[in-house]
């Protein structure tokens, strides 16, 4: 009995101390490990900070939808967004919770996609006279199987440095300068910083000085490019619209101008009296307006619908 109870009681020693060794065995499921970090700064982009994206891919074995966390500083607040890469490649939001840890501020979620871009904005960017001072660090409990860091130069920037180099730059989106470099693993022991620094004489930032760039370059199988023998049927048959508008049109004026004008007062005659010289008999009435003769009966014109003046 006495050797039954000693065995249970080392079955159980060993069982708490897998427990404390492995604590990720207590909760069932181990925290989602990052495979790949893609870290981009650009400084004074569309803000006077610095803004840190980050691209984020977890490991493939990691079960979806999966419960994880990044870890920010916690002097940004909360992070500018959160989204998950849906199946056809867009961005969607993600809901989470931020937790203050020191320096720190971990940001928790649930996520049904193995890609994850996070945004803040670091206002720690140091500014004297024209010279530009600013340090990133990747946090030590936050190891990653690759990381990988691109910074963007501003525009209107000099004298870039960076320590640990990234390269010496390339042309890109905008036609800024782009420095990018693979850092590898990095252990949760050791973390990752970089400093960069830079010379500007102005505060302008890069987003509002860029001009607008086509995203590819624009030929004749450019979809919606319009071509002349797209839209030279359309001129056509406006043009022919507008002929046929104008012959309607021109047509109705010269009706009108040949039509007598009815309303146009003519040199009144005396009631009565006919005009003088065209061997009508004496005592014959006419129209005091238009002149015509009419019959001793009328009381107005035949002709243009005057009220007949007689005399009495």
Known sequence: ??????????IAALTIGLLLLFPSLASGQSAPSISKAEVDLWPEYDRP????IYRLTLDPTTPLPAQTGVFIPASVGDPYNLAYVGPDGNLYNLNYTRTAKGDLAEISFSTPSAQIQLEY???TLIKNGTSRKFTFHWPQNSPVGSLTMQVQQPLGATDMQITPSLGSGASGDGGLIYYTATVGPVAAETGFSLQLSYQKANDDLSLQSLKVQPSAPIDASTTGRLTLDDV??????AFGILLIGGGGWWYWQSGRDNQPNRTRRRHEL???KAPAGNGVQPGA???HRCGKR???EDIFCRSCGARLRREE
């Open 270 to 272: 005396p009631a009565g």
């Open 121 to 123: 904005y670091d206002s």
């Open 285 to 287: 009435v006419y129209c």
């Open 294 to 296: 009419a019959e001793p």
């Open 232 to 237: 030279l049927p359309w001129i056509i048959g």
């Open 1 to 10: 009995m006495i050797r039954k109870r000693t065995y249970l009681q080392g």
């Open 49 to 52: 900070d610095v803004l840190v």
